[in-house]
Structures are given as C-alpha cells and as structure tokens.
C-alpha cells in the first residue's frame, strides 16, 4: 500500500483478520507500484470517464462487469495482446508436466 489514509483502520483489520501482510511503500516511489498505477490509469481512463449510477449497487455490477471484461477479454500489451486469464491459462500450459506417448 501506498500508505495513504484509506489503507486504515477498517482496511488494515480486515486485511490482518485474512492473514494478508500489508507493506507501506515509501513515499514517491512510482517504480515500486508501476503495475498498480498503470492499472488505476486504465481504470480512470476507460471505466470512470463513463456516465456511472449513483448507487452502489448498480455501480458494483458495473465495476464488476468491466473487471471481468478487463481480465477476459481486454488485450493487454504487456501480455502480447493477452487477456490476463489468457495469458495464465498459458502460462500454466506450459508449465505442465508434458504426458509422452509411444
């Protein structure tokens, strides 16, 4: 975490009560959450430039539409214009022990 004031509290116990180890970034330090900030720019590119719903709900089942078209069909160029499930999927393709036949 970036160490901002909504990584508190709330966040913080629910994270310890999972057993997730929370490390606070140093400050300005862009290199060490590249991945993460490339991320949040997507998303503020392509999902909250878009009119959204007022109500939690409804912007959930928004939020969670576009995460699911995000990691199954949105080409990413770092994965060579791989979804991210497609490129876990062969990923571990070939990571798999290879059955030999005679």
Do not use: W
Not at 19 to 48: A, I, W
């Amino acid at each position: 975490v970036d160490g901002g004031a909504e990584f508190m509290s709330e966040f913080e116990e629910a994270c310890e009560g999972l057993g997730v180890k929370l490390f606070v970034l140093p400050p300005r330090s862009p290199k060490l959450n590249g991945h993460v900030e490339r991320m949040q720019r997507t998303f503020r590119d392509e999902f909250y430039t878009r009119p959204l719903p007022s109500q939690i709900p409804e912007l959930q089942k928004k939020l969670d539409a576009y995460l699911d078209h995000y990691n199954r069909e949105r080409p990413h160029r770092a994965l060579n214009g791989l979804a991210p499930l497609e490129f876990l999927a062969m990923m571990q393709e070939e990571s798999a022990p290879q059955s030999h036949m005679c």
